[in-house]
């Protein structure tokens, strides 16, 4: 089965960190574009980071840069998103994606091809 599986959310306070995982079963990530995304209550989907290692193009958005970082092991099968410092306003469902690609734009718009089922992350105090 052609899938991808989320783990590592939870509740964390303010300035800590977590790392979500995201496993793929049945597809070889190594070539693929991948990608964070999150919703918040009441927003839209937006895209936290993207990866594409045909290019080495990397993006975040503005407001994780310094603190999240997106990386793949290979040998696993799985991306990562570090995130450090914590704000209650990364609050959210934490979804990765893959696709492919090559051509991609980080954005949910986009249409990936996988989507991973959705991990909570709680910032609170």
Known sequence: ???L?????????????LRLS???SGFTLDHYVIGWFRQAPG?????VSCFSSSDDSI????SV???FSISRDNAKNTMYLQMNSLKPEDTAVYYCAADPGPGYYCSYLFDWDYWGQGTQVTVSS
Do not use: F, H, T
């Open 43 to 47: 927003k839209e989907r937006e895209g």
């Open 65 to 67: 840069k310094g603190r």
């Open 5 to 17: 599986v989320e783990s590592g959310g939870g509740l964390v306070q303010p300035g800590g960190s």
């Open 22 to 24: 995201c496993a793929a």
């Open 1 to 3: 089965q052609l899938q």
């Open 59 to 62: 993006y975040y958005v503005d």
